[in-house]
């Protein structure tokens, strides 16, 4: 078996989480990266505890505490797709987190969406039906950590067109093959 774009030996096709704050395109980025490669989707939100969306909803940052249940989670979700490939959309905002996933899914590729604070903000104030507040926006880009040079992934910006985006880590994926 060859290894997958991502990267990760064993695995026949990517294993991808697009990473970063929030309102910075993950979901929307993840669905076009799994639509453009036919591999299935997740939206790590969908997997936190009810305890960690109404903390969040009321204004109050999660704690590590908090996070590690729903970032293994995360990447239980990644291992279980690992086969068949998959994106997941998880804010994985320190490299601690991203071991955890890792821990999964040893050759994971991170895709960080990255851009101006004041994107995020606007994006989030523009949300209907979201928990996340934009008071919490600034305790997202206070908490991140950018990749470092030995972890699989790439920067992307998150305020470029979405297609471009899209098809900047497709490419990128695709040269790992």
Known sequence: MSASPA???GFTSPV???MGVTACGKTTVGEGIAERLDIPFADGDDL???ANVEKMASGH???DEDRWPWLEKCGEWLANNAETGGVIGCSALRVVYRDVI?????????AHLHGPQEVAVERVAA???????TTLVQS???TLEALEEWENGMVVRFDLPV??????????VAQRK
Do not use: E, N, S
């Open 7 to 9: 990267g990760a030996p």
């Open 16 to 18: 991808i989480v697009v």
């Open 48 to 50: 936190h505890p009810r």
């Open 61 to 63: 940052a999660l704690t």
């Open 102 to 110: 890792r821990r999964h899914v040893p050759g994971v590729f991170f």
């Open 127 to 133: 949300r209907k039906g979201h928990f996340m507040p």
């Open 140 to 142: 997202q880009y206070d």
């Open 163 to 172: 297609d471009t985006i899209v098809d900047t880590v497709v490419a990128r």
